[in-house]
């Protein structure tokens, strides 16, 4: 799914194995969720790579109290490519702020019970191109990223991205353009139904340095607006290790 030009908004929190909302404050207690400002800034491109994948092979990637939120009897992970310009906190002029290319290995969750249900993702891993991202993520502002190497042609009509991390452990090479509609094989029935499936996941939580705590970043965009994207080749150093995701249990049919 591809989705391009809005403005956004990200409100950062610190969890320590619990979140902002009720649900997983319920199930970790009531200690106090420390707030930082809200940033803002444009999201130039923002693209969303996704897998389906058995649910009993995710689940033993997912921390307490993570579960699999499921389409049709799937897990839903995938790898999300934004693009972000204009970044800075809320009130400061567009002219301080940064621009970065940014990837979120991520898997859509859910957590709590009945009316305290809650979704969204959660992330094992980010990545930035940005070395302010990478120093000061996890130090200044929640959300630890690990600095990498990107290369993006990128000219609407076909979007071609390589990513290198530094410490070797993420390789993504991936081409494609966009599409007039989902692949046959897709989980989903619909675009419509793809989109309301993302947009739901606009609450994340990464993994941190301390299996204890989860950083917590909620995105929200003005103009949610989205559209399929053909993949026309994909590469995932993560998707695509054996040890994770033993050999059928994982299929690249949702863009």
């Known amino acids: 799914m591809l989705h391009r030009r809005d403005m956004l908004r990200l409100q950062y929190g610190v969890a320590v194995a619990h979140s902002s909302d009720e649900a997983l404050r319920s199930l970790f207690g009531e200690e106090a969720l420390m707030q930082l400002p809200i940033i803002q800034g444009v999201i130039a491109r923002r693209l969303l790579v996704n897998y389906?994948?058995?649910?009993?092979?995710?689940?033993?990637?997912?921390?307490a109290p993570f579960r699999p939120k499921l389409v049709d009897g799937m897990a839903i992970a995938g790898i999300c490519l934004i693009r972000l310009e204009e970044i800075r906190p809320r009130h400061l002029p567009a002219i301080v702020g940064i621009s970065s290319e940014n990837a979120a290995h991520r898997i859509a969750v859910e957590w709590g019970e009945d009316a305290a249900a809650q979704e969204g993702v959660y992330i094992p891993r980010r990545d930035s191109n940005s070395r302010a991202n990478a120093f000061l993520g996890g130090r200044l502002f929640p959300g630890e990223q690990h600095h990498a190497r990107f290369t993006a042609?990128?000219?609407?009509?076909?979007?071609?991205?390589?990513?290198?991390?530094?410490?070797?452990?993420?390789?993504?090479?991936?081409a494609g353009h966009p599409a007039d509609a989902l692949p046959d094989t897709s989980v989903f029935p619909t675009v419509v139904a793809a989109s309301r499936f993302f947009e739901l996941g606009a609450l994340g939580y990464s993994a941190t340095?301390?299996?204890?705590?989860?950083?917590?970043?909620?995105?929200?965009?003005?103009?949610?607006?989205?559209?399929?994207?053909?993949i026309e080749r994909v590469a995932s150093s993560f998707f695509d290790d054996p040890a994770r995701f033993p050999q059928g249990r994982r299929r690249s049919t949702v863009r």
């Open 209 to 230: 340095r301390d299996p204890g705590r989860f950083d917590g970043m909620e995105l929200r965009s003005e103009g949610w607006q989205v559209a399929p994207f053909a």
């Open 52 to 63: 389906r994948v058995a649910p009993e092979v995710i689940a033993r990637l997912l921390p």
């Open 153 to 174: 042609h990128d000219d609407e009509e076909r979007l071609a991205l390589d990513i290198a991390s530094d410490d070797g452990v993420v390789r993504v090479s991936l």
